[in-house]
């Protein structure tokens, strides 16, 4: 059995939880959940490079993760495409759905595989940030994004990184206003 090691951190769009295992870091999730009992070791190896990282990406020192991944969770074509996003679409870019489709190769002699099934593998990666889902636009717009609370965590990330021009509501103290305002509960409730 492997094992999983997992902590969560405060970012500029709330907490994030980071879970490694034996191969690599295995989940990244936004919503921040209880933290596992690290390993022995586990906290001061992988999982400590993953959240120092990330700290570091988001305090503007760190424009590439270099981190191993545990691709176990992913199929065949999940794998393809994510990889393929992981190791050719560096900070500040963007590419859309069916350029990266195109870019894996799905299409050309393989299974073809459509711009919104390629945007279905975005919404079902499990390591978001990491792997940079959010850089994945539509030909005619953003598109969508389910990470955090969603198309304005996508919009933040994107003008943090300058793929975009900041708004003039854009907070570069993070997106934790979004964030939260997600989390409250409505008036009367």
Same mark, same amino acid.
């Given at each position: 059995m492997m094992e999983r090691a997992q902590d969560t951190i405060d970012t500029p769009v709330g907490p994030v939880s980071l879970t490694c295992s034996d191969a690599g870091l295995a989940r990244v999730s936004f919503r921040g959940s209880p933290a596992a009992t690290p390993s022995p070791g586990a906290r001061s190896g992988l999982l400590s490079a993953a959240c120092e990282q990330l700290t570091e990406y988001f305090a503007g020192q760190r424009r590439a993760f270099d981190l191993p991944i545990d691709w176990s969770a992913a199929s065949g074509p999940q794998q393809q495409v994510l990889s393929v996003l992981f190791g050719t679409v560096g900070y500040g870019e963007t590419v859309t759905y069916g350029s990266l489709a195109r870019r894996a190769g799905l299409g050309d002699g393989g299974p073809d595989l459509p711009a919104r099934a390629v945007g279905t593998i975005m919404g079902s990666n499990p390591w978001p940030l990491i792997v940079p889902c959010h850089?994945?636009? &539509?030909?005619?717009?953003?598109?969508?994004?389910?990470?955090?609370? *969603? %198309?304005?965590?996508?919009?933040?990330?994107?003008?943090?990184?300058?793929?975009?021009?900041?708004?003039?509501?854009?907070?570069?103290?993070?997106? &934790?206003?979004?964030?939260?305002?997600?989390?409250?509960?409505?008036? *009367? %409730?």
């Open positions: 850089r994945v636009v &539509a030909s005619d717009g953003l598109g969508g994004y389910s990470g955090g609370t *969603g %198309i304005e965590i996508k919009r933040w990330l994107l003008i943090f990184e300058g793929a975009l021009p900041a708004t003039l509501d854009w907070d570069p103290a993070g997106a &934790a206003g979004i964030w939260a305002s997600a989390r409250r509960p409505a008036p *009367g %409730i």
